[in-house]
């Protein structure tokens, strides 16, 4: 059976993974499984960190996936206990509740762009009108927040579709008209149809959109997993850099998103070129630099509260597993 027998869309209800997940640990190291909350679809643009897990899992880390509809189920399964690493931006949470959860990886940067359909010619034309985002507190409204305060308009009426690839679809049917959406498919809508929608100009400093966090006490008590997963998430960062058809080489050898049509499975290579590229994957796994770049983007869009000057890395990172990751690896 393939790891991942569908691709599984934004609407649909948590699904749990465990039955296609599940391993027996072959390593010194006995430890139940590690329960991964993804705040986002399993899809092309989630592989990478799924190929991560697998190479993990060859070296003894049992765990269990399971993708939430939401962003923010993902983080409050982390805050709730019902799972042990996540995948989402938990900024704001984290200020907002003081809970000691901290970050140990930046999966993707914020390289987002806004599309709208061809009525609206600039942002000024976008005032006062209806805008579409992926979630609340979601990178995607932090982007548009920035931009609507750079371009002195508001919004109009607010909605919430999760899924680029949802949007996108939405603005085909005309049931919505401007939005923002990850790379691949703002080249997906262009290339469908260029001659209804355009792009318009968006923040040049993206922030982290996707970091791997956990509990404070859950990354103390396991320090081996934590440790192996740093490294692989690494390890296939830099080699990313590199070569990023590296991606479509694991998919293919271990039979990920085997049951997904071959137009699915064609973009992985491009989809990983183009980010490269565009520089939505940080070969050295954020850590400082990121953490205060994320402060300065995310107190301008108003989901962080205060002075991006007056906080502090260590109350939202845990860098360690990071820094010794790279002594490991080196490079």
């Known amino acids: 059976m393939s790891l991942i027998s569908k691709l599984f869309r934004p609407a649909a209800a948590a699904v749990c993974l465990s039955a296609c997940l599940t391993i027996i640990s072959a390593t010194g190291f006995a430890a139940?499984?590690?329960?991964?909350?993804?705040g986002d679809v399993v899809s092309?643009?989630?592989?990478?960190?799924?190929?991560?897990?697998e190479r993990a899992k060859d070296r003894g880390v049992d765990y269990e996936l399971t993708s939430f509809a939401k962003e923010e189920l993902s983080i409050q399964a982390i805050v709730n206990?019902?799972?042990?690493?996540?995948?989402?931006?938990?900024?704001?949470?984290?200020?907002?509740?003081?809970?000691?959860?901290r970050i140990l990886?930046?999966?993707?940067?914020?390289?987002?762009?806004?599309?709208?359909?061809?009525?609206?010619?600039?942002w000024k034309d976008l005032d006062g009108q209806p805008f579409t985002f992926h979630a609340r507190g979601s990178g995607t409204e932090a982007i548009g927040n920035i931009l609507a305060k750079r371009n002195g308009i508001t919004f109009g009426e607010r909605s919430y579709v999760p899924g680029s690839d949802n949007r996108i679809i939405a603005m085909m049917n005309g049931q919505i008209k401007a939005t923002i959406v990850d790379l691949a498919n703002k080249n997906k809508l262009l290339q469908m149809a260029g001659d209804k929608f355009h792009v318009l100009a968006t923040v040049d400093n993206p922030a982290s959109d996707e970091v791997v966090f956990a509990s404070a006490e859950w990354i103390k008590?396991?320090?081996?997993?934590?440790?192996?997963?740093?490294?692989?998430?690494?390890?296939?960062w830099r080699e990313m850099k590199t070569n990023p058809g590296v991606i479509e080489e694991e998919r293919a050898k271990r039979n990920l998103l085997a049951d997904q049509p071959k137009e699915v499975l064609d973009e992985v290579i491009p989809f990983y070129a183009e980010g490269v590229k565009e520089g939505l994957f940080d070969p050295e796994g954020?850590?400082?630099?990121?953490?205060?770049?994320?402060?300065?983007?995310?107190?301008?869009?108003?989901?962080?509260?205060?002075?991006?000057?007056?906080?502090?890395?260590?109350?939202?990172?845990?860098?360690?597993?990071?820094?010794?990751?790279?002594?490991?690896i080196g490079g």
């Open 32 to 38: 139940e499984k590690v329960r991964v909350a993804l």
């Open 44 to 53: 092309v643009e989630t592989l990478a960190f799924i190929v991560a897990l």
């Open 105 to 122: 990886f930046q999966v993707s940067r914020l390289v987002f762009f806004p599309v709208v359909s061809n009525e609206y010619k600039s």
């Open 286 to 328: 954020g850590g400082e630099s990121a953490a205060k770049a994320d402060f300065e983007f995310y107190t301008e869009a108003g989901q962080l509260e205060g002075t991006a000057a007056d906080f502090k890395v260590e109350d939202y990172w845990d860098l360690k597993p990071l820094e010794e990751a790279r002594k490991t």
């Open 221 to 236: 008590n396991n320090p081996e997993p934590v440790k192996i997963i740093t490294e692989e998430l690494l390890r296939l």
């Open 81 to 101: 206990g019902q799972a042990d690493l996540g995948v989402g931006t938990p900024y704001s949470v984290i200020q907002k509740s003081k809970l000691p959860l």
